[in-house]
């Protein structure tokens, strides 16, 4: 695997030769949720680029960039290990260089759920990505779909800006009591992380409810929210059933929608969704 640790030394990999890339943007801290998407990119593609950037235009001001989980090295390891044929791992001043001041701004679809909380978290995103993107020009890139809206939002921004790239969405990856994966795990004490598992229990009671002809999102809110606070460790932050594609909260159940969480245990915050109905993101 070849590394590149500035904009210079990534177009000097990819040269003209390379051909069929796949992008896996990361913020690094990799776990097997990150690993499921560069072996399908493998499989699929010629060449693999795996980014790692710990975005700080992602991050409001009380949030956790400076302790967010940093491992370069073991980063690394797994990389090798899965086949990624190049790493760009910039630094932020070649991101966002001196004078840097032009931002990506989604609109409606960043103004829900996560970013009603985190109001400069999606331009953050959205910034990046398209820098990335321009950098390094892929054919495939891949995300994973427990960042649901974020997901939603990489697709409107690859649309309304002609980018072309193919946008894979890969399955949740979950530990064995249903967790999803998340590189903020790591910030759970041991207590915490067994409290933690309630927020896929009451996805699936959800989803079992839905299964059983229960169309009602109050109902169903009602039921996730007592279960999470059940839980003494657990403060809900939100629980939304929204349109899969618009993210508008829905009323009544009459097609597929999506289900998210966002549920702090303790100081940590966590999200989850599961889709209710048969439709993929």
Known sequence: MKIAKSINELDKLLSDSVRHVALVPTMGSLHEGHLS????????????????????TQ???????????????NDIALLENVGVNILFAPDPSDI?????DTWVDIGELTQKLEGSTRPSHFKGVCTVVTKLFNIIRPDRAYFGQKDA????????LNLDLDFGIEIIAMPTVREPDGLAMSSRNSYLSQNERTAAAVLHRS??????????????????KRNIEEMILYEKLAKIDYISMADIRSL???????????????????????????ILGPKEL
């Open 149 to 156: 809206q974020q997901l939603l939002v990489i697709k409107k």
């Open 59 to 73: 991050f409001g001001p009380k949030e956790d960039f400076t302790t967010y989980p940093r491992d370069l090295d």
């Open 96 to 100: 966002y260089p001196s004078g840097f």
């Open 248 to 274: 508008d909260e829905v009323l009544e159940l009459k097609k597929p929608c999506l289900l998210s969480i966002a549920v702090y245990i303790g100081n940590t915050r966590l999200i989850d969704n599961v």
């Open 203 to 220: 996805l699936c009671s959800a989803t079992t409810m839905y299964n059983n002809g229960e169309r009602s999102p109050i109902a169903i």
């Open 37 to 56: 998407l560069f072996r399908q990119a493998r499989l699929d593609n010629e060449t693999v680029v795996a980014s790692i950037f710990v975005n700080p």
